[in-house]
């Protein structure tokens, strides 16, 4: 009882137990009275039928105890019920009945006896409704050449004669219903099993997952339900193993993006022990090294710092009325410098008359600025990126438009997720592969989107779309 099979085996079986009896007495019951018996009572009268019609080609029978004695002989041979010749005025002439023979030429007093002569119709009593008989009778009258009532056929049906022929009915209904009882104990196992096994399989891979094992995906099988349960696991084993991929990723990016950086500040301390601080040139060299390594640091913990943030639950952001476009040209002046030096041609178009937006200035800062670093740093010399601003009819959108590698269709699907560099980005190790998931989570914490248009050798088009118009009241 303690194991849902049991409990299930026990739900299959107990109906059975209370029920295929009940419905084995009824059936009985109800083949025993309302067949087998009126089966009986149907033949009793048949035969009476064929007595009397015998009876009424021999009339001289009814006037001549010798012959009506060798009638009876001869016909209740062949019957199975007890045959009584009486006269129309209810006088025994003769019968195959043992406990009448001695009351042969005496005048009977049989019930319905007269109300067969009279009505000429034909009397039947059925088993049980007349109690203490314990038989079926017919009264037949017989009609004579004159059209009278000359006799009446009596054939009497014992109860028992009826009884005798149950047994093998009642051992048939038995063994049917016994059949059906293991049937039912039978398939209430087989669906207690099926049902446990899946479950019992979820719940070791659960225990399993709890001990730090490896996991697989478990086959979807059982009910529906179950199916749901499984497929629910399989989803959260798929995910369990996506983040151990991301935390593998991020240890191996954290060590390489960290040991880049310090390893150059070793180097340039290094040199400063050493006697470069004596030449202020070096020096300054050095020093402005040291803290561009310093800044990638800084910007790396910004990065990790926003993926914890997001961890722990939804964005806070601190919205603030923020006129988009003087806004725009001012965060815009650092990035042309940087894409500059790169000796990148850089081309905004910012219009003056962009509407006034209620957003947080730094997070949106951060994510404008992590597609225009994307679209410096994957853009060789020589190229393009041009950043231009405008509305939709709801919305204002920032477009960052570069002629660099571009990215192909298949990874255009993934460069959103979590430290994901694809092939192209390779060849620009630099980052932990968390820019453009930032970006995105930031943006979509404003109401807005990201989207991107890319042809691999031609460059690449990231366009945010925020809305105008927001309910500001939670925030």
Do not use: C
């Not at 006896?113 to 039947?124: G, K």
């Not at 225009?372 to 939709?392: F, Q």
């Not at 204002?396 to 560099?421: A, K, L």
């Amino acid at each position: 009882m303690r194991s849902l099979r049991g409990r299930l085996i026990l739900s299959h079986v107990i109906p059975l137990i209370i029920v295929i009896p009940l419905v084995g007495v009824a059936l009985t019951y109800l083949l025993e009275t309302q067949v087998l018996l009126a089966s009986s009572s149907n033949e009793l009268e048949l035969q009476a039928a064929l007595v009397a019609a015998a009876a009424a080609q021999n009339p001289q029978i009814w006037y001549n105890p010798v012959q009506a004695a060798a009638f009876v002989l001869q016909v209740g041979g062949r019957l199975s019920a007890r045959l009584m010749m009486l006269s129309a005025d209810g006088q025994l002439l003769a019968t195959n009945d043992p406990a009448y023979r001695d009351q042969l030429g005496e005048v009977l007093d049989v019930p319905g006896l007269q109300e067969t002569v009279l009505t000429r119709q034909t009397l039947r009593v059925d088993y049980g409704e007349r109690p203490g008989t314990g038989a079926a009778e017919v009264l037949m009258p017989v009609i004579g050449p004159t059209f009278d009532v000359i006799g009446v056929i009596r054939l009497t049906d014992p109860l028992s004669s009826v009884y005798a022929r149950f047994p093998r009915t009642r051992t048939l209904i038995l063994w049917v219903l016994a059949g059906g009882m293991l049937i039912g104990v039978l398939v209430g196992w087989v669906l207690a099993v099926d049902l446990a096994r899946p479950l019992r399989r979820a719940t070791r891979a659960v225990s399993q997952m709890a001990e730090g094992h490896p996991l697989s995906a478990l086959p979807e099988q059982g009910p529906n339900e179950v199916r749901m349960l499984l497929r629910a696991f399989n989803a959260l084993t798929e995910q369990r193993r996506d983040l151990e991929k991301s935390r593998q990723r991020l240890l191996a990016n954290l060590v390489h993006e960290l040991g880049r950086p310090l390893g150059a500040l070793l180097s340039a301390t290094q040199a400063l022990v050493g006697g470069a601080a004596q030449d202020v040139a070096l020096r300054t060299e050095l020093l402005e090294g040291m803290e561009g390594q310093i800044k990638l640091m800084r910007r790396l913990l910004d990065d990790l710092t926003q993926l914890y943030d997001q961890a722990l639950g939804p964005l806070e952001l601190a919205r603030k009325p923020v006129a988009i476009s003087l806004w725009l040209i001012q965060e815009l002046a650092t990035w042309r410098e940087a894409a500059q030096d790169k000796g990148l041609h850089w081309q905004t178009d910012i219009p003056d008359d962009l509407p006034e937006l209620h957003i947080d200035a730094d997070r949106i800062r951060q994510a404008l600025g992590n597609i225009i670093s994307n679209a410096i740093k994957y853009t060789l010399p020589g190229g393009e990126v041009t950043v231009s601003a405008g509305t939709g009819a709801k919305d204002v959108w920032i477009r960052v438009r570069d002629t660099g590698i571009g990215i192909p269709p298949e990874e255009q699907v993934r460069i959103f997720e979590p430290f994901y560099r694809g092939p192209s980005s390779r060849r620009f190790p630099q980052g932990m592969g968390l820019g453009l998931s930032i970006a995105r989570d930031l943006v979509a914490a404003h109401g807005g989107r990201i989207e991107v248009e890319s042809t691999p050798g031609v460059g690449s088009t990231f366009t945010l779309w925020l809305p105008v118009m927001l309910d500001y009241s939670q925030n």
